[in-house]
Nanobody, 128 residues
Framework: QAQFVESGGGLVQPGGSLRLSCAAS????????IAWFRQAPGKEREGVSC????????YYKDSVKGRFTISRDNSKNTVYLQMHSLKPEDTAVYYC?????????????????????WGQGTQVTVSS
């Protein structure tokens, strides 16, 4: 069964950094747009970043631009989210997912309904 396994979350102080990993199992990432989403308690799941399949075009939620970087290593079947200058409002469970309809992020991201193969998520807590 195709799914992701997210890792790398944890407790970090404001201003700190984390690198999240998203390893795919049961399928190859090559032809898929891959996105990171997050969900805080009581809030809807929101798109954080997306990377397209063929041209590697990247998209970011406005509030994380300049702080987060998405990347992919198809040879390792893994997508990463490097996060710097973390803020308390970044606290959430972070998930990765594949685009369901296209290998490009445009037209799908940031709609969670257009992504699938969700992993179990990894908790990121930013607190002093």
């Amino acid at each position: 069964q195709a799914q992701f396994v997210e890792s790398g979350g944890g407790l970090v102080q404001p201003g700190g950094s984390l690198r999240l990993s998203c390893a795919a199992s049961g399928f190859g990432l090559d032809g898929y747009a891959i996105a990171w989403f997050r969900q805080a308690p009581g809030k809807e799941r929101e798109g954080v970043s997306c990377i397209s399949a063929s041209d590697g075009i990247k998209y970011y939620k406005d509030s994380v631009k300049g702080r987060f970087t998405i990347s992919r290593d198809n040879s390792k079947n893994t997508v990463y989210l490097q996060m710097h200058s973390l803020k308390p409002e970044d606290t959430a469970v972070y998930y990765c997912a594949t685009g369901l309809f296209t290998g490009q992020c445009g037209g799908s991201w940031p709609s969670a309904r257009k992504f699938g193969s969700w992993g179990q998520g990894t908790q990121v807590t930013v607190s002093s």
